[in-house]
C-alpha cells in the first residue's frame, strides 16, 4: 500500500468542538479502515499544523476519497502528500539506469 502524509489545521468549527478531537480520530481510523487502508500514525502537534497523520491506502483515488470525505466534515482542512518509503526510493532510484 501507498503512504500518505496529511497536515492538517483545525478549522473554527474544529476548535469550537476541540474536546471531541479523540473521538473524532476514532472516527477517522475507522473510516480509513472502511475505505481499505489503515492509519500508521495520528499525531496532534504544535506549530503549523495542528495533527499529522500518516496513512496507508491501496490507491491515491482512495486517499483522495478519504481526505474528501474527512475535511466535508468541516472541524479540519488539509494538505496531502505522497510519501515513499526506503524500500520505494530505491526502487525509484534504481530505475535511473
Not at 500500500?1 to 479523540?22: E, F, H, I
Not at 476514532?26 to 495520528?42: H, I, N, P, R, Y
Request: avoid cysteine; glycine fraction near 12%; charged fraction near 25%.
Amino acid at each position: 500500500m501507498a503512504k500518505y502524509v496529511t497536515l492538517a489545521n483545525w478549522t473554527d468549527q474544529g476548535v469550537k468542538d476541540a474536546s471531541q478531537t479523540v473521538d473524532r480520530a476514532a472516527s477517522f481510523k475507522e473510516l480509513v479502515g472502511k475505505m481499505g487502508g489503515s492509519v500508521d500514525t495520528l499525531l496532534w502537534t504544535m506549530g503549523r499544523y495542528d495533527i499529522v497523520a500518516v496513512i496507508d491506502a491501496p490507491s491515491d483515488e482512495v486517499a483522495s476519497a478519504i481526505v474528501l470525505k474527512v475535511s466535508g466534515l468541516g472541524n479540519i482542512r488539509g494538505e496531502t502528500l505522497r510519501a515513499f518509503t526506503a524500500d520505494d526510493v530505491a526502487g525509484i532510484v534504481g530505475k535511473l539506469g
